[in-house]
């Protein structure tokens, strides 16, 4: 992002140019989504608070009530953040004036995302203060490049960023402090290979079945369990294959295990094994296998895997079949293929 900026600066376009475009549709923004209510503008020293400035200015031609409180006195300003305080024809109050207030809307404009230090002082504490908050670029305290808060942080109803995401909008637990997010169009083309996971980059290529499509032309998911101890998960994955469009759904079930998915399966088939040998003849008749959640940290759990990664049928490894292989991953490794997927949780995956 900061080098798309600066190359546009380069070609001519002014910096202060770019932060009116940012603060007028900060303006824009909220005035479309939070029509009514008295608005209260933090701004910091930087970037994000020249924003800040320029929102509030644009929002009071707007005829909304706006009160701004700025982290120094605007003598002490500089570049483009004072040119931005000066188009505010208001009152700057101190930021920690804004501690004695109730305002309906908070506009968190005081630091971005290249943040590198805990909020303090009065700061930290309207963060804790909470409200309806919607914040300029990431919520302040917020590291914006690795998502993860740096002490208080503002937790926002909705961030407004610009040209393009950044890490803490789509990663955890940054992205839990942005509420919905939203990009403004600046005039800063990114050019990158990053892609959002959301319905809008992988939707298009799922399919789509027709009126004359039947069961056995939507794919046999086949999901395997663990001992009769340990089979909710399995069934709710099995389940969860189902109301995803699967025309078939099989549960593989240890014998003792049996009885219990009986008691509580429907429209979801079931089928017994023994052996890794068994579930390789099982997945040469499957779309799909899944093993892992509730599967056991065993060393038959280990065999299970390998015997599927030589199928033909595409396999999703998830919890206990990551976890058998924490001690060498790179025997898991070798053993995927491209169409192979894996579902770690964060545990899961600082051990692989």
């Known amino acids: ?36 209510g008295h608005i209260q503008v933090l701004c910091g020293p930087g970037g994000n608070g020249g924003d800040g400035f320029i929102a509030a200015a644009k929002l009071a031609k707007l005829w909304r009530k706006v009160d701004v409180y700025c982290t120094h006195p605007v003598s002490e300003l500089t570049g483009d953040t004072a040119e931005a305080a000066r188009q505010w024809e208001g009152p700057v109050h101190k930021l920690e004036e804004a501690l004695n207030t109730e305002p309906e809307l908070v506009i968190d404009a005081l630091f971005g995302a290249g943040l590198k230090r805990p909020l303090e002082g009065p700061a930290a504490m309207l963060a804790l203060r909470g409200g309806r908050i919607i ?42 402090f942005s509420g919905a997010v939203m990009v403004a169009d600046i ?9 959002e996971n959301s319905p809008a980059l992988w939707h298009s290529q799922m399919p789509q079945p027709g009126f004359g499509v039947h069961k056995y032309q939507r794919g046999h998911l086949k999901v395997v369990s663990g001992g009769p101890w340990n089979t909710g998960a399995a069934r709710l994955t099995a389940r969860a294959g189902l109301r ?11 014998p003792e295990a049996a009885g219990v998915h009986a008691a509580h399966l429907t429209a979801i088939m079931l089928a017994p094994f023994q052996a890794a040998d068994d579930l390789s003849a099982y997945a040469a008749r499957a779309t799909a296998m899944v093993i892992g959640p509730a599967a056991g940290l065993t060393e038959a759990t280990k065999h299970n895997v390998e015997a599927l990664l030589k199928s033909p049928a595409r396999v999703l490894l998830d919890a206990d079949a990551l976890t058998v292989f924490g ?7 070798k053993l995927l293929r491209p169409t192979d997927i894996l579902t770690p949780h964060e545990g899961e995956f600082s051990r692989l």
């Open 187 to 195: 005039g800063v083309p990114v050019q990158t290979r990053l892609a």
């Open 1 to 36: 992002m900061l080098a798309a900026e600066q190359a546009v600066i380069n070609s001519g376009t002014n910096r202060f140019t770019l932060m009116q475009r940012a603060g007028e549709a900060v303006a824009e923004f909220v005035h479309a989504h939070w029509p009514d």
């Open 327 to 333: 001690d060498n991953p790179e025997a898991l490794f």
């Open 244 to 254: 995803a469009g699967a025309g078939l759904v099989t549960m593989l079930s240890p």
């Open 135 to 176: 914040s300029v670029d990431v919520p302040s305290g917020i590291d914006g490049y690795t998502a993860k808060p740096l002490g208080p942080a503002f937790q926002a109803e909705a961030t407004i960023t610009f040209a393009a995401l950044r890490p803490a909008h789509v990663l955890l637990p940054g992205s839990a």
